[in-house]
């Protein structure tokens, strides 16, 4: 009888596939986009400020003290049950350990100073104050400097970036090419100001990153980026091919609507013919639901409401710890629920609360949560995300990236897909968890990215 | 090619119901249940406290202060986007003015000692020290006094119905019986302990509030209940049928697996031909699915990270009050969205607050919100869905009722479903928003109730 469940998605798949063909056929133009809509307060400027100003961190005493005071007068937490380490969320004596260390251990003033000693700068695109970091390489004669875009995703800020930048703006024996570094914050997060708009989506922030790569004299580049960096990159490539020279990624989707999802469907009835690389990351599909069930409620509720949960999280800083470093656990390492740290322990402690210190000293959360709400419905994100894009793309699947696709879903999407690597390690946020591995193929595949157009060229 | 869509449906209806009949039928013993499972903290003691005490609600001055002065020094709010009103969340201007309310003019002292009108108590059961109000009628011979039990959800407790509670337990005119009311706050919910071991869920609850009625000396009982408690009653109501005289809910849910969802889906063809009620409310289901969906990101954080969220609501007022008030508000009325309270003016500020400060003071937030992750996936949960029962059972459906049913899909959990109302106004938290209306349901409910028995007799 159970056999019946099997024909139902062939059947059901190939009518959604028919329908799709018919409906998503011609839609393959864009929507018209304003490229200098107006995101700051009020109405757009008749002149706007297009200086670029040079930018410290500082974690100041006066937030070190009433933040230290907000912790050491939290409430009791209410205790985990019995025997579930993880598994309801957050360990309740765990993150008790993890506060303690940020009160009395994380040297807050050292910190600022390591994440200083890359040049940071802001400048206003679109009304908003954008940061970012922008490191020069020191090269050689015979050296080309290449320009790389590197965006975050959430919970994250550039601050990620702090091991791979110089891994990426070093020369490297065995490549006559090197990186110019531009990690930026995404609008409403990290140092980078919100917008007091409905509508900044994905889309819009692939805009306003293509703007600031403009102020800042390059007209063509690359970009490397997971999570929604790469959701805006992968919208990037797609609306402004001829500003992408490459796009590599440490979280591929293909999200052409519903195609991707039937092929899904019907990978699932033959799993290792369709997919040479590693099926069991995404079949049994039953699995893989039940595990994005299990981890997606964050993901439902910033999509739905951001603002009702933001104000909690940014009254209480322990909230906020607990709330951004479950996520940070799971998605390093999905298979550690039953220990009490969850999987957080795979990072570097004090990376984590570098992290959670920009988010509660910029009173960002609610600016960062409300991407999920802006970029999971909207006419102009379909479309874009509908139409495939030819810029060579590179993907990297670590093992506990949240999202696996295969290369033929990818495919539909990515129609130069120039490299896929696997690797059995590693996790969510790479540049935190496994910075060389992801540099090692950051290199390799603009080396890829640069035979692609050589041989375009020809 | 959109009409390949319902073919589709009723194909997979088809195939998903023989499936089911197959799989299901046999299925209708309920598992062995231990009746005195202990739910305190350590191992169960040889001999239990089974006394009753007495119980004064106290909201005290340290507690008053110390709320106080949290309301006072929370971190600014991140503004509500320009002209979305209450669609991302609570909304922070309308917020900020229910907070100033609750600061400045909610009076702490009267409203408990409004609530203390009433007789409260509390006892052990199972090893968790229970809190319940027990309301006995003054009445004239011929007048029958009959017991019954009733039952809140989330996020509320035996608060929400001081409204009703006089109203149930007046005689009136025409009816020659009355209620002795027990009002209890379910397991980690309100003034009522919750459980330090994983598993208890809202059949476990169902035996300990069976429990809580036999102690009290009540062998058979009437219930009402909305939310989680009719979960809970829905379930005492199936294993215990010898103890419920009738059962009045003001969310009837038939939660038989499956077979209710394949009927919902057919009926989705023939809407108004299989509902002669409100097909409305839930068709066209494309509507109602997105209302679920947009409405049910808290439903699926606390059904899998309950606790994670729970930091940051047990550690700001500011944050649980925007968390609760919320949902009390879309439940209230889900179509005010575009206006800054969001719903919450359907209901009595006063009240909103009470359940608010029992929140908190109580540090209740996680233990009651665990429901959620208790109460969506068990074995034992299914079986109990899965048995239909005979108690004679009456439902009243209000307008902005979470979760619609049409009558032919409750008789298939309620084979004596003797009265079904439907009414065009009120919401989910019927005891504070229509509490004279749920108030005549009742009586005329257990009315037929009485007539049902009197009949079987014969």
Known sequence: MSKLIPVAVVILSILIGLFITYTYRQQNELPEFDLQRWWGSGLKPEKEDSSIRTFKIDFNNTMIEDLKQRLKSRRRFTKSLEGMQSRYGMNADYLQKVLAYWTDKYDFKKRAELLN????YKTKIQGLDLHYIRVKPKVKEG??????LILHGWPSSSKEFDKIIPMLSTPRHGYNFVF????ADLPGFGFSEGSNKPGLNPVQMAIIMRNLMLRLGFERFYI???DWGSQCATHLATMFPDNVLGFHTNMPLSSIPVISTVKLLIGSLFPSLIDSGRPERVYPLRKFVSYIMRESGYFHIQATKPDTIG???SDSPA???AYMMEKMAICSNRDQ???PHGGLENLDIDDVLDTVTITWMNECIVTSMRIYAEGTSSNEINAVHNKPT???TAAIKFLYEVMYQPDWILRDKFHNLVRSTIVDYGGHFAALHTPKELADDVFDAVTEFIKFHNTRKK
Chains 1, 2 share one sequence.
Not at 117 to 120: I, V
Not at 143 to 148: G, K, N, R, T, Y
Not at 180 to 183: D, G, K, M, R
């Open 311 to 313: 104000f909690a999280l």
């Open 390 to 392: 030819e810029v060579p």
């Open 180 to 183: 110019e570094v531009i990690a």
């Open 337 to 339: 629920l039953d220990t």
């Open 117 to 120: 000693r890359f040049p940071h």
């Open 224 to 226: 490397q980026a997971g």
């Open 319 to 321: 909230g906020l710890a």
């Open 143 to 148: 050296i080309q400097v290449l320009p790389i």
